[in-house]
């Protein structure tokens, strides 16, 4: 196990999310681990919740990628700024599946300590996954 905190989060993306390798999550992420997506939900998310979650967007996405297009590494805070694309083919927040494909973007944040990730903000742009979905759609005012 690394202490390096960018090695670390690199395997979340690499391996946890692109290979699928949902198992290392037990090794990189702490027990006590505190995870935040869109803080404005209020949420917080366990390791056991966050593989979940992980799990629920292969079955929707079963081509899910994700790129990194730029690292920002200080002390024990890594963050990422991300794209990602999947074709949308199982239900995914209660949508049943479009065949469309997404494209989404977004930045965590994460704070690594002792080789283990042990808090975690993602902020992405929901809105614009639900409307390329055509879930939602939205209205502009002219004017």
Not at 67 to 73: A, E, T
Not at 83 to 111: C, L, S
Request: proline share 3%; aromatic share 10%.
């Amino acid at each position: 196990m690394s202490n390096n905190p960018k090695a670390v989060v690199e395997r979340f993306f690499y391996e946890a999310i692109n290979e699928r390798k949902l198992e290392i999550l037990e090794d990189i992420i702490a027990p006590d681990f505190r995870g935040n997506i869109l803080e404005y939900e209020q949420t917080s998310n366990t390791r056991e919740e966050i593989t979940q979650m992980l799990a629920g967007v292969f079955v929707a996405f079963p081509d899910y990628q994700q790129v990194i297009h730029d690292w920002i590494v200080e002390g024990e805070k890594v963050v990422a700024r991300w794209t990602t694309t999947g074709t949308h083919q199982g239900v995914y927040n209660g949508i049943a599946p479009t065949g469309k494909v997404i494209h989404e973007h977004g930045i965590d944040i994460f704070r690594v300590v002792e080789g283990r990730i042990v808090a975690h903000w993602v902020e992405l742009d929901v809105l614009g996954i639900f409307q390329q979905m055509e879930a939602v759609t939205v209205h502009r005012s002219e004017g």
